[in-house]
């Protein structure tokens, strides 16, 4: 089967047009920063220290400024410029390595389906670490055993409408917002064709720098000039979610500085806040756990997988409903910080699950 790669880096160019990528410099930079020392690091690199001096001057020459400081009783630390290099490296791979690697599965499944690979549960999803986790582990099984493709909730339920995929994942809040999200799919789903399959529970809410320097209190203080956010793409349904949360407490979204500023990930949100260059963000727990950031909760939502009743008994959808149903996926998922799995796996009925009906415990297995 075929598997496929994307990796981000970036290039700096000088004026001849010559290019020096930043990946194999920045770990060494960064190992400098820690010994304090250009030869142990150039060691730990398995590098000659001419070889290591040689990349810094390369790069320094088109940077046009120093890396390296020297500092009396310190050895060899990173100058300011030094620090933003290694900065602009990690930044680059935290917000993009996540898209790269969901289109490199797009291309690679498309590939394996070219190649007449069978058995594939076709997956369109909002994106989520569950469901990333529910990825994980059918591609483990086999690589050409699932197609995923993010999507925005409301795409993936209309894909599954036209039969596009096998699974639709989307997502709904518990509470006051809950019936006029659920009105997006109820024209998509039939509740004689189609049937909901649980996920999680899960906490979205805000990303705040690590011990909330901003004194960040609520949605209220988004609208301090002071605080600069980062939000996610419109059609989203968190975007959704946040917007609705927004106007509740009479915020106009026009005041909020970044408001327009966009990311399709809650991993990317979380790297984007990390990274300095915002304030606040908004989106689900465990990648602000993942990032070291502060989370303060705004609203408890449910996850549900979206599919034809008919094809749940056999094929790949059986296999994937059995992963969903094994206790050490639902323990993998409770790792998660904010995600309940106690009902992954549970059947519901469309109209009960978009109402919000609570599950009873050890709710039935065929609706």
């Not at 989520?128 to 993936?156: F, N, T, W």
């Not at 994942?169 to 009105?183: I, N, S, T, V």
């Not at 323990?331 to 796996?345: F, I, K, Q, R, S």
Request: proline letters at 4%; a neutral charge; one cysteine or more.
């Amino acid at each position: 089967m075929i598997e496929i790669k994307c990796v981000a880096q970036l290039l700096v160019r000088d004026n001849a047009g010559r290019d020096v990528s930043l990946t194999d410099i920045v770990p060494l930079l960064a190992l400098i920063d820690q010994t304090g020392s250009i030869a142990q690091a150039a060691g730990e690199r398995q590098l000659s220290y001419r070889h290591a001096w040689g990349l810094l001057r390369a790069l320094e020459e088109r940077l046009g400024g120093e890396l390296i400081a020297k500092e009396r009783g310190k050895g060899s630390v990173l100058s300011a410029l030094g620090r933003a290099v290694v900065q602009a490296q990690r930044a680059c791979a935290e917000r993009l390595d996540g898209p790269l690697t969901l289109f490199a599965s797009e291309v690679a499944a498309e590939l394996n389906r070219q190649l007449g690979a069978g058995g594939t549960t076709r997956i369109h999803a909002s994106h989520g670490y569950a469901v990333a986790a529910l990825v994980a582990r059918l591609g483990a099984q086999a690589p050409s055993a699932v197609d995923i493709k993010y999507r925005e909730s409301a795409e993936a339920v209309a894909a599954l409408a036209r039969g596009e995929c096998d699974f639709a994942g989307f997502h709904l809040p518990r509470g006051a917002f809950r019936e006029l999200c659920a009105d997006i799919y109820r024209r998509w789903l039939d509740p004689r064709r189609h049937v909901l399959v649980y996920l999680t529970g899960r906490k979205q809410g805000l990303f705040l720098t690590k011990g909330n320097p901003k004194e960040v209190r609520g949605l209220d203080d988004l609208a301090r000039p002071d605080v600069r956010f980062v939000n996610r793409q419109p059609g989203s349904g968190t975007r959704l979610l946040l917007d609705l949360a927004l106007n509740s407490v009479g915020i106009d979204p026009e005041r909020i500085n970044g408001y327009a500023s966009t990311e399709l990930t809650h991993t990317a949100i979380a790297a984007f806040v990390a990274s300095g260059m915002a304030d606040a963000g908004f989106g689900v727990a465990p990648a602000a756990h993942h990032f070291g950031l502060d989370f303060l909760p705004i609203v408890d939502e449910d996850y549900y997988f979206a599919c034809d009743r008919a094809r749940l008994t056999a094929g790949p959808l059986a296999a994937a409903l059995a992963v969903l149903r094994s206790e050490d996926f639902r323990a993998g998922v409770a790792t998660l910080e904010g995600y309940d799995p106690t009902h992954c796996g549970e059947l519901i009925d469309v109209a009960a699950g978009l109402r919000g009906a609570p599950l009873p415990p050890g709710a039935g297995d065929v609706v």
